[in-house]
């Protein structure tokens, strides 16, 4: 055990689940610490201390000209070289909904020569349900050491995840597909896939919120007695990989 | 760089099928529009500017995304057979023309002005006025966009030479000014003031004359809105009798009760109570009706922002959201509705679609709320949005002091709902739509999230704090200013465009702004430039008891805060006390009315009726899950589509929570609105009770939307509703903290016909729950389990949904109120806490039938209730007493729990595995096909 790695939970004006992840990875050992862009564009530096990099869920700039679109322009403008280096380093990486959103704007997700994007739900209107995923990728550090379904809401609008068919065809091949939707595929994603990794497996990026299922009486089925698997366990991966 | 004119018109299509398409074609159809074939969507941006080459793929690549868009520049085409363009007007809140703005800026490209437009491209046959009907029913609203048909847009960019700032006036009021010329300035101004406030308002003047802007304000702070002249009149009913005013009697009632969790009740912007040491919690819920009449989006949207602001107001952080939304029936026929008023899909579709978009983008969880559906909403749809905040330590009312800066912070002041205050204190009328232009802003979430941040920080940042609301400026410093006075300078503020006259500055209802009290700007500017929020000092508090406002230093407005505040005489009111049936009516006279009545197939008709059938649609539009404290959440049950009848929010480490019920039964007011409100206070406490909420700490708000009091027999419902309100929560002890009223609900149609809303309380109930981890669902959870019934039964059908769908119309007795409810709620509070009830519901519209099948529906599990002879017995199934639980107990504790409640009580009968509700031999239905029924959004 080497402590409590420091988590830079990164927020643009619009970003609303930054304390919900927050809780998340301090209940999984980890000390978050939120930056807003303000931060990011005065001290970019300030990302370099960081063990494990987030990108907060929410509407950064209201989403106003499609989900993730201004995040991503933002963050590659003020910190991208750094985020490149933090990855290169093994540093480990997660976006969740609109930060998975803002890494696939950014390229990094899939990945430099992949095709893909976040669409709108098929239903064509924001959802929020709770759905069940399989942790599928050994090659992922968030998630190849899990051994249980994860249960979580989504609650998002454009989570529809697409990708050309060589993109997903690598994807495959490269044990990329980190979390798989079971039962039932909220948004007509491709292959029920609910989110992917880089190459390397350190980032992470997933359309449901594994933030807001940390404790067990936040199962929706608490009342009737059930449970499922803790959203807690994803966060807890990336704060083992850090200490290992 | 000038671009002499240079605009890029860049249209951006989907590839497949775009959603907001299919809306839009399934609307046409409830318009009766059957013809079209196709509609399709084109996003257009006019970039002003001149762009290079390179420059248009930059922006191209932020603006489409190539596995699902593609991009075109230059001269449109299109080869559909109609197409529509629309395009907002300038001011009205565009976050794509703003940020594409600011990111071309930041990426270092000149760009002057960006202009948002949409083509609908329309094929199919039309009909001769088809298009006509389309383009002013749904796809263009002249609120807040200008149109094109068949022909290309021009985009309107305001400039400043455009638009002349109208100078201050002033207005001549003669010191002997007849009646009559008083009412000629009330309309020609849309003063909306009655003759006794006009004339104070002259004798003020002495016949000097009046600056426009004053008067303005005037009408403003003294409208129905902000003032509440009838919770304020002073009331003579038909016996004579002059009545303590209404909020008088319910401040009377509060403070009689003396409830140790109240700290704070009915000042300021919202109610403050507190259930657990160095905790307090705001409440306060808001209507915003006219707006969302005619701009169904926007009216909720900002009626979301509105609310939250209030909490923030009162020094709090919101935490949750909740609403009330009563729309016309959804079969309404298109060609059935009055000239200027949207067909009820579209407004329900516009309205929850602002509420979850500013609810989602702000990060708040939407939790609880109802949806109603009647006539009476057709032209009047109500949109009822509340507020939770909390704060830590202790709650102090702090007001500025002399010297204290006069702060604005957050958006940007423009034409923005002008009038506002006065207009919803208007009846309105086929032109409403069309004269309220301004009237109906689109909100903007994240600058209000910002906000939140920044108050977030402390409250050692600011002293004093108002949001603005209705009435804008004047109306926040105005208020903030009464006693002590201030002097603010306008010129400095920041504006949406140019242009604007200093009355327009001074009166905008521009939203997510809020104004603040305090000594030292410095860290409040520090907080605010890390957020990006903008933070403007306009002035000073100054302890002369003036307001004076200033714009480039010359007076454009000085009056005495105490005439405005205090300078209106009290409205003095005539009521028709309304005279309800009181007498039950027996089994003959019942069975008389209502024939032979099919339990089966009546259940199925109320379990499809849209007020009871599924919102499960609906719901799953508004995020619930942010904050991941929402214990007991809207929905329940195995396949979490049941409906809960309160929620539960607990911070996820917390053992504590705070459970929202809400109570509300328009039609039960239409015909007894005393025992309404007696009906909805106990069915808001019910449905906390019900999720293990304990019965003694519940505060309470009150939400009246009424027709036009100025009726004799509307007041006189108002004054029974008011009563049964005061009397219920003495009943309770349950105290109202925070009120708001909407009056003037009416609507003269093109039909000569006066339409005026049923009158519509929404009691919303708060409360605490001491377990969180002792709470309960309605869902059916074990087979074998038994089910009780708690409450008396009587034979009650006055305005009963089991009326509504067998076409009973006879005169009938509202549900009596039950005076020992509260007993018997402490008890079964103390049987939840004990742990001892598996599952809960509350018996309300369609009686004991509709709740078990609920119940049966969200656990997908049968009940036999063969044993029970009441079963079969539709006069006991489908009453709605009031009062009642139906539980869930196991067997083993079932005559332990029966003696605790002796007084009425008795078994209903069995948890099943099987598919199957059995209300006697030979006479049961599946429960999946009842799920079929109720699940179907009508």
């Known amino acids: 055990m080497k402590g409590s790695p420091l988590a830079a939970v990164l927020c643009a004006p619009g970003t609303n689940r930054d304390a919900d992840v927050s809780f998340a990875l301090q209940q999984a050992g980890a000390t978050p610490i939120s930056y807003l862009m303000t931060d990011l564009v ?34 590659e403008d003020s910190i991208g070289e750094r985020i490149s280096a933090a990855i290169a380093d093994c540093r480990p990486v997660i976006g969740i909904c609109n930060g998975f959103q803002t890494l696939v704007r950014m390229g990094i997700l899939p990945g430099a020569d992949c095709v893909a994007a976040l669409g709108h739900n098929e239903a064509g209107v924001f959802d929020c349900r709770w759905v069940e995923m399989e942790p599928i990728s050994k090659k992922c550090i968030w998630t190849r050491h899990l051994t249980e379904n994860i249960t979580c809401p989504i609650a998002h609008g454009e989570g529809r995840f697409t990708a050309d068919s060589s993109t997903l065809s690598s994807l495959l091949k490269n044990d990329q597909v980190a979390l798989r939707y079971v039962n039932v595929n909220p948004n007509g994603s491709v292959d029920n896939i609910a989110g992917v990794c880089d190459s390397s497996g350190v980032v992470l990026g997933l359309m449901p919120h594994p933030e807001n299922h940390v404790v067990a009486r936040q199962h929706p089925q608490f009342h009737r007695g059930n449970s499922g698997g803790l959203g807690l366990s994803l966060f807890r991966e990336g704060v083992k990989y850090v200490n290992n | 760089m000038s671009s002499n004119g240079v605009v890029h018109r860049l249209e951006i299509r989907s590839f497949g099928s775009d959603p907001r398409a ?29 762009l290079d080459s390179k420059q248009r793929v930059v922006l191209e690549k932020i603006l489409i995304d190539v596995l699902l868009q593609q991009a075109s520049w230059g001269p449109p085409t299109t080869d559909c057979d109609h197409f529509v363009e629309t395009a907002l007007h300038a001011g009205v809140t565009d976050g794509a023309s703003q940020q594409l703005l600011r990111i071309a800026s930041r990426l270092g ?103 426009d802007i004053e008067l303005e304000a005037i009408a403003q702070t003294w409208s129905e809105h902000c003032a509440h002249k009838t919770f304020r009149a002073s009331i003579t009913n038909d016996s004579g009798e002059v009545l303590r005013s209404l909020i008088d009697q319910l401040r009377d009632t509060t403070q009689a009760i003396n409830a140790p969790f109240v700290v704070s009740s009915f000042v300021g912007n919202a109610g403050v109570i507190s259930f657990v040491d160095g905790t307090t919690i705001a409440l306060k819920c808001e209507t915003h009706n006219h707006p969302s009449a005619v701009e169904p989006f926007g009216g909720a949207n900002t009626g979301v922002g509105g609310v939250i602001r209030d909490v923030l107001g009162a020094s709090h952080m919101p935490i949750a959201c909740t609403n009330i939304l009563c729309f016309g029936p959804p079969d309404t026929n298109g060609s059935d509705l009055p000239d200027g008023v949207f067909h009820p899909r579209r407004i329900r579709a516009g309205v ?36 939770i905040g909390v704060a830590e330590g202790e709650y102090v009312v702090a007001t500025p002091q002399p010297g204290d ?73 105005g208020e903030m200013a009464e006693g002590v006075g201030a002097s603010v300078e306008l010129s400095g503020l920041p504006l949406k465009y ?47 008891g003036r307001l004076v406002v200033h714009n480039n230093g010359e007076v454009i407005f000085d009056l005495d805060t105490d005439f405005l505040h205090n300078g209106r005489p009290q409205r003095m009111m005539k009521a028709i006390m309304p005279s309800p049936r009181r007498t039950k009516m027996d089994r003959t006279e019942f069975e008389s009315q209502f024939g032979d009545i099919d339990i089966v197939s009546s259940l199925q008709q109320l379990l499809q009726h849209p007020n009871i059938s599924s919102k499960e649609a609906i719901i799953h539009r508004y995020d619930h899950e942010i904050r991941g404290a929402t214990l007991v959440r809207p929905l329940v049950g195995v396949k979490s589509d049941g409906h809960a009848d309160g929620v539960v929010l607990a911070e996820p480490l917390d053992t504590h929570g705070i459970a929202i019920g809400i109570g509300v039964n328009p039609w039960f007011g239409e015909q007894d609105p005393e025992r309404m409100a007696l009906a909805v206070v106990d069915e808001a406490i019910r449905n906390v009770v019900a999720v293990g909420a304990d019965p003694d700490k519940v505060a309470l708000l009150d939400n009246f939307s009424w027709g036009d009091p100025r009726r004799e027999t509307t007041l006189g419902q108002l004054v029974a509703a008011v009563d049964g309100c005061c009397r219920a929560a003495l009943a309770f002890s349950a105290p109202f903290v925070s009120g708001k009223d909407s009056l003037n609900n009416e609507y003269f149609g093109s039909d000569g016909e006066r339409h005026s809303v049923p009158p519509t309380l929404v009691v919303t109930a708060v409360a605490h729950v001491p377990d969180a981890n002792a709470t309960v669902t309605p869902d059916l959870k074990n087979p074998s389990n038994v089910l009780l019934v708690l409450g008396h039964t009587s034979c009650e059908f006055g305005a009963s949904h089991l009326a509504k769908v067998l076409n009973v119309s006879g005169s009938a007795v509202v549900p009596e109120f039950d005076a020992s409810a509260p007993a018997r709620y402490r008890v079964l509070h103390g049987v939840i806490r004990a742990g001892l009830i598996r599952s809960c519901h509350d018996v309300s519209e369609g009686g004991i039938g509709v709740a078990v099948a609920e119940m049966a529906i969200g656990g997908r599990l049968g009940v036999d209730m063969s044993d029970c002879d009441n079963a079969s017995d539709a006069q006991w199934l489908f009453s709605e007493s009031n009062g009642r639980f139906v539980v869930e107990v196991e067997r083993k504790n079932v005559s332990e729990i029966l003696a605790l409640f002796t007084d009425a009580s008795c078994v209903l009968g069995t948890v099943t595995e099987n598919d199957s509700l059995v209300f006697a031999q030979g006479c049961e239905v599946s429960v999946n096909e009842l799920w079929n029924i109720w699940k179907v959004q009508q």
């Not at chain 1, 509407?59 to 989900?67: E, M, T, V």
């Not at chain 2, 159809?29 to 509609?39: E, M, T």
């Not at chain 2, 002008?418 to 232009?437: I, N, Q, Y």
């Not at chain 2, 500055?505 to 929020?533: F, H, N, T």
């Open chain 1, 42 to 75: 005065s001290q970019p530096s300030r990302i370099d201390d960081a063990d494990i990099i987030v990108i907060a869920g929410g509407f950064s700039y209201a989403d106003a000209l499609g989900a993730g679109r201004l995040f991503a322009v933002e963050l």
């Open chain 2, 22 to 50: 299919g809306a839009l074609l399934r609307d046409a159809c409830d318009l009766g529009i059957a013809s079209i074939d196709a509609i399709s969507v084109v996003d257009v941006y006019f970039i002003h500017g001149v």
């Open chain 2, 109 to 211: 490209i000149c760009v002057e002005a960006v202009t948002t437009a949409k083509r609908l491209e329309i094929n199919g046959a039309l009909r001769h006025g088809e298009l006509d009907l389309l383009v002013r029913k749904l796809l263009a609203n002249p609120v807040i966009e200008y149109s094109s048909v068949d022909s290309f847009i021009i985009p309107i960019v305001p400039r400043e030479s455009e638009t002349t700032a109208r100078q201050v006036r002033i207005v001549p009021i003669g010191l002997n000014a007849t009646d009559e010329q008083l009412q000629k300035l009330n309309s020609e101004r849309g003063l909306a003031l009655d003759i006794e406030e006009l004339r104070a308002v002259r004798d003020h003047y002495r016949g000097l004359g009046a600056r």
């Open chain 2, 352 to 387: 929850v679609a602002g509420i979850a978009d500013y609810g989602n983008k702000i990060g708040l969880p939407t939790i609880a709320g109802a949806v109603l559906y009647d006539r009476g909403y057709t032209a009047n749809p109500l949109v009822y949005a509340g507020c």
């Open chain 2, 405 to 477: 800066r006069v702060v604005v912070l957050g958006g940007r002041t423009g034409r923005d709902g002008l009038r506002g205050a006065t207009f919803s204190s208007m009846t309105m009328d086929a032109t409403t739509g069309d004269v309220a232009g301004a009237s109906v802003q689109i909100g903007d979430p994240i600058t209000e999230k910002l906000l939140i941040d920044v108050l977030g920080r402390g409250q050692h940042l600011f002293r004093a704090i108002t949001d603005c609301g209705a009435g804008g400026l004047s109306s926040a410093i």
């Open chain 2, 498 to 544: 140019p242009g604007l006259s200093p009355w327009e500055i001074w009166l905008s209802e521009a939203q997510e702004r809020m104004v603040v009290a305090v000594r030292d700007v410095k860290p409040l500017k520090e907080a605010c430039r890390i957020y990006g929020v903008e933070c403007t000092d306009i002035g000073e508090f100054t302890g002369d």
